[in-house]
């Protein structure tokens, strides 16, 4: 890491300013002088490749500021700078007597690249200034408001997920077991990720960051489908949320839409122990029973229909299930990531790509592309009504129609 740290700030600012005049001799060597095109590759690259240096040097170094901002958010920066614009020696002063301020500098000029930082020289001045961004105020943690955030940053980039990437083309080439029984986080840590690094007496720390991780992007998640649908058009329905644990779900649309109560159908040992609540009908059944799930005319379900959960043949015998449950015009709403169709990836959709590949690391089935979800629908006669995107790449709205 450091060797390409030093690489890519010394190398990659002299290979980027000669840049230019290297491509006019290279066009020159190709186009008029025949062979010369050759030597011209030989002595630096082709033309093409010299080209993408700087967005080559830019991806192989993303990682850079995640490791900066992991290393801000550790040292609780984004508290200690506040509200406030300080000086170098004050942050330094705030962090403690051995503070190396060079370091301190370097890493607050990289989270100034990536806007989470803002720098600026007082006028008369010439000690430089530091003050957050309202990017970088996201990741301040005292006061317990913002926990989420600064928790993802804790929880993707500490040493045992960092590490499992590192096994990933041994993990490609095999080296998991047999369909990959083992994942590149039990490659790297010796064990799976949820029993074995993240337990409350061997790793509480790690363990607490994960959590805060889980709960804030659970309670995102709530908001993002009670606001992605407009709920008080199913106030003369009956509404099932499948596989909905305790409720919470049931009890944010049932609220958001002003529904008298909302059905919420779990298993019956998950049933005994919900809290009651006073807009949520709990009702113990089993998806795989059809008489069990109520006549209803709205059917939700979030991440139950994940392939971690079931195989193919499950999924579309649930759906079928879901089907006969439904009234004639029955809307079936699916929470789940939606990955892009192949030859469909762009700048816009790509997120959930991301996120899948953390499910990778950690031994999840993939996510289900858009046309996936679409094939399923249709073996299970439902038509795609809506393909909704949320602020969050794991939680789409996938609206299903019956035909
Ligand atoms: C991954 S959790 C999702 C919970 C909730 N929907 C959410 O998004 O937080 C899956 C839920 O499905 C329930 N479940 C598992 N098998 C089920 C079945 N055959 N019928 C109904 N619910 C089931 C589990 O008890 C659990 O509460």
């Known amino acids: 890491f450091h060797h390409e740290r030093l690489w890519s700030e010394r190398n990659a600012r002299i290979l980027v300013e000669r840049r230019p005049r290297r491509f006019h001799k290279q066009v020159k060597g190709i186009y008029n002088e025949g062979n010369?095109?050759?030597?011209?590759?030989?002595?630096g690259g082709s033309m093409d490749t010299d080209m993408f240096l700087p967005i080559v040097l830019k991806l192989a170094s993303q990682h850079f500021a995640s490791q900066a901002l992991y290393a801000a958010v550790r040292l609780q920066l984004p508290d200690i700078i506040g509200e406030k614009q300080l000086s170098l020696d004050e942050i330094a002063g705030r962090l403690g007597d051995k503070t190396n301020k060079d370091a301190l500098r370097r890493t607050l000029r990289l989270l100034t690249a990536v806007q989470v930082v803002e720098e600026m020289v007082l006028p008369g001045s010439k000690e430089e200034q530091f003050s957050l961004t309202s990017?970088?105020?996201c990741f301040q943690r005292a006061s317990g408001a913002n926990i989420g955030m600064a928790s993802c940053i804790l929880h993707w980039m500490e040493q045992p997920l960092w590490n499992a990437w590192l096994e990933l083309p041994q993990y490609i080439m095999g080296e998991g077991g047999p369909c990959g029984t083992n994942s590149p986080f039990a490659m790297a840590n010796g064990g799976i990720s949820s029993d074995f690094w993240y337990n409350e007496r061997d790793q509480p720390e790690s363990l607490s960051h994960a959590n805060d991780f889980v709960r804030y992007i659970h309670n995102q998640e709530v908001a993002a489908v009670v606001n992605g649908l407009d709920w008080t058009v199913f106030r003369k329905n009956v509404v099932?949320?499948?596989?909905?644990?305790?409720?919470?779900?049931?009890?944010?649309?049932?609220?958001?839409?002003?529904?008298?109560?909302?059905?919420c159908l779990d298993l019956p040992n998950v049933i005994s122990k919900a809290p009651k609540r006073s807009n949520v009908n709990l009702v113990a059944g089993d998806v795989f029973d059809a008489a069990t799930i109520p006549s209803c005319d709205v059917i939700v379900m979030k991440h139950f229909l994940d392939k971690c959960m079931w195989n193919d043949e499950e999924t579309i015998q649930i759906l079928k299930n879901c089907h006969g449950a439904l009234s004639q015009a029955g809307t079936l709403v699916i929470?789940?990531?939606v990955l892009p169709s192949y030859g469909d990836v762009s700048d816009e959709n790509a997120l959930p790509?991301?996120?899948?590949?953390?499910?990778?690391?950690?031994?999840?089935?993939?996510?289900?592309?858009q046309a996936e979800w679409e094939i399923l629908a249709y073996q299970t006669s439902f038509e795609v009504k809506d393909m909704k995107k949320?602020?969050?790449?794991?939680?789409?709205?996938i609206v299903l129609q019956k035909v």
């Open 240 to 263: 099932v949320d499948i596989g909905g644990h305790f409720g919470i779900l049931a009890a944010a649309i049932a609220e958001k839409g002003d529904l008298p109560d909302v059905i």
């Open 335 to 337: 929470a789940e990531a």
């Open 390 to 397: 949320t602020h969050l790449p794991s939680c789409s709205l």
């Open 353 to 369: 790509i991301y996120m899948d590949a953390l499910y990778l690391l950690v031994g999840r089935e993939g996510q289900r592309t």
């Open 36 to 43: 010369g095109a050759t030597s011209a590759r030989n002595a």
């Open 135 to 137: 990017l970088g105020k």
